[in-house]
């Protein structure tokens, strides 16, 4: 690892912080070194507050050693004119006179018009240090705005025999029958605070009631997209209780929006996935986690419209009910989470 790459790293590392609060913004990281020295550093926190170039900048003590100085950042400094000034002009003001980008910035809006900025000012720009490392950080961002949808990941948990539920549920309650450990029902809620929005279909809610929120770990609330064709879910039921933004697709006006929901007439004799996408994308939503049920996940794969598939195992064995989804299980990584198995699968189409 060379040096570059050694201080691009420590910007991944910061930018890491911002998961799951910079929406609709990328997380990024920018440190300052001078006489091979780290004299500051930032990241990103938050959509509308200073970017990681400027929280770096302004850590510095010294402020006359800028001049002096390189400052690293693991997306190509903006600029335009958003919430917050240009971060390419923040870097020509200082005359900081060396700058390493990690990769360049998809969005249209920058797009390699910041680097072409500070080399028109004189300043050296080195591009593409640990290119795909960096990639791979904003994968969510890169996925939003090169394929026009958000990030989509899949995510069940299946018994050892290969069933999502079983045939009949013991009691008339509507909740779920727990497949997973809790430390795996943890996880999810942790990943549900990483992501912009969760989706699940009409028949999950029927059959479950379920919240879909992050209650059992600490962080934002995804948007809630809600599939419904003909209605049948119950005005009582928790999604419709308001307290977090909730989009549901139907085939028809209902009437029943309201501040926090909005019910989203789509052609249902057509396919839904890519009228679905188009909207969350329209509502600036950078991922989504599809929970099920099993014929929402299905047809997700079936088209081939997903990014990433978590899939739990657990200890249960159920005989019949529900089948799991079919997915091919390539281009796996596998980690133990005490009794479940935890397998994540990379779509690399």
């Not at 991944?12 to 550093?41: F, R």
């Not at 501040?259 to 679905?276: G, K, M």
Request: charged share 25%; with cysteine; proline share 5%.
């Amino acid at each position: 690892m060379n040096i570059h790459e050694k201080y691009i790293k420590r910007c991944i590392e910061l930018a890491q912080n911002g998961l799951g609060t910079t929406y609709p913004n990328p997380m990024v990281g920018s440190i300052i070194v001078y006489d091979n020295q780290i004299i500051g550093e930032g990241w990103h926190k938050k959509a509308g507050e200073p970017h990681a170039e400027v929280n770096a900048v302004r850590s510095v003590k010294d402020k006359s050693l800028l001049s002096k100085a390189t400052i690293y950042v693991s997306l190509e400094p903006c600029s335009h004119f958003g919430k917050t000034p240009p971060c390419s002009d923040l870097i020509i003001e200082h005359k900081i006179p060396h700058v390493v980008v990690g990769t360049v910035d998809p969005n249209e809006k920058v797009a390699g018009n910041g680097i072409k900025k500070l080399i028109a000012a004189g300043i050296n720009v080195t591009v593409g240090v640990l290119e795909k490392e960096c990639y791979e950080l904003n994968k969510r961002f890169f996925t939003f705005h090169q394929k026009k949808r958000p990030y989509i990941i899949l995510k069940w948990a299946e018994s050892q025999d290969g069933f999502l539920s079983p045939e009949k549920q013991e009691s008339p309650e509507r909740k779920p029958i727990w497949i997973t450990n809790p430390y795996s029902r943890q996880l999810v809620h942790k990943w549900r605070s990483e992501e912009q929005a969760i989706l699940v279909g009409t028949q999950t809610v029927i059959d479950d009631n379920p919240k879909l929120n992050t209650r059992n770990w600490s962080g934002n609330n995804p948007v809630r997209v809600i599939l419904d064709q003909h209605n049948r879910i119950s005005k009582e039921s928790f999604v419709f209780d308001d307290s977090v933004k909730t989009i549901v697709f139907t085939k028809s006006e209902t009437g029943f929006s309201t501040e926090n929901t909005t019910f989203t007439v789509i052609d249902f004799s057509r396919s839904i996935l890519p009228q679905i996408l188009a909207v969350l994308h329209q509502n600036q939503i950078q991922s989504v986690i599809i929970e099920g049920g099993a014929q929402t996940l299905q047809s997700f794969i079936d088209q081939n419209i997903w990014d990433e598939a978590r899939i739990f195992i657990g200890k249960a064995i159920f005989k019949n009910g529900t089948k799991a989804p079919l997915i091919q299980k390539e281009n796996i990584t596998k980690i133990n989470i005490l009794s479940d198995e935890l397998l994540n699968i990379r779509n690399h189409d």
